[in-house]
């Protein structure tokens, strides 16, 4: 079993200037994501009985589903940039 | 005993080989006994599977790149890509072949050696160094 992205950090430091770490904290909206997943599955199943050539009742389904899944496995996902002239930081990455 | 070992020994009652073959047969079956004992876990260190894609550019007193993709996001990005529209999956395909990568994406979903392509992606190991400017691509 795949848990979505607990924490995301982003971090944006500046050799002279403001510099940020946020550590926000994902796990707080792992409710409302699933609630949004199964709404969007309700909300596109009249759409696809409406429009069976646009979408197929099973894509309604699998859609919202395949999309909670994509967002599961951006665990671990990172980006660190480093300009090392101008002492520049960014980093983003899903924990 | 085991069934080769008697094997042998049977052989060499019933006189088909001789002393020196059966002596030579038999050192072949306990080399092989023992080469089997020694891929046992814990002896040899087993590499597990690759979890991630790293790439990192590092460019000599400039500029750091690291960037680390799961695996699992590659694969199950290509299987959302089989809820793009026919339509717009050539838009797609006509526009990476303007920026020169002849791709095509239908054929790709029709195969579905995605979980393929994503597993090969784990042997790939590129490394780039150039006057102290370093590319290097692998999985981890």
């Given at each position: 079993m795949i848990f979505p992205p607990s924490i995301m950090r982003l971090k944006v430091a500046r050799d002279k200037g403001k510099n940020m770490n946020l550590w926000l904290p994902l796990f707080l909206f792992w409710p409302g994501m699933g609630f949004l997943a199964v709404a969007c599955t309700f909300l596109l199943l009249p759409v696809s009985i409406l429009y069976p050539r646009k979408i197929s009742i099973k894509k309604s389904f699998l859609g919202p589903a395949w999309l909670l899944l994509m967002f599961c496995r951006l665990r671990g996902f990172k980006i660190y940039l480093e300009e090392k002239k101008q002492n520049k930081e960014l980093l983003l990455a899903l924990i | 005993m085991n069934e080769d070992r008697k094997r042998i020994l049977n052989m060499l009652a019933e006189g088909k080989i001789t002393v020196d073959e059966a002596e030579r047969l038999i050192n072949a079956i306990l080399g092989s006994d023992k080469s089997a004992e020694s891929?046992?876990?814990?002896d040899a260190p087993s590499k597990g599977k690759p979890k991630f894609l790293r790439v990192e550019v590092d460019k000599k007193d400039e500029e750091r790149v690291n960037i680390r993709v799961p695996l699992a996001l590659l694969s199950s990005g290509i299987k959302l890509?089989?809820?793009?529209p026919g339509n717009a999956r050539k838009q797609v395909d006509d526009a990476l072949k303007d920026k020169g990568v002849d791709f095509d994406l239908n054929s790709l979903l029709k195969s579905g050696n995605f979980n393929e392509l994503v597993s090969a992606l784990a042997d790939l190991e590129i490394n780039v160094d150039n006057d102290g400017d370093r590319v290097r691509i692998h999985c981890e």
């Open positions: - | 891929r046992q876990p814990g890509a089989k809820f793009i």
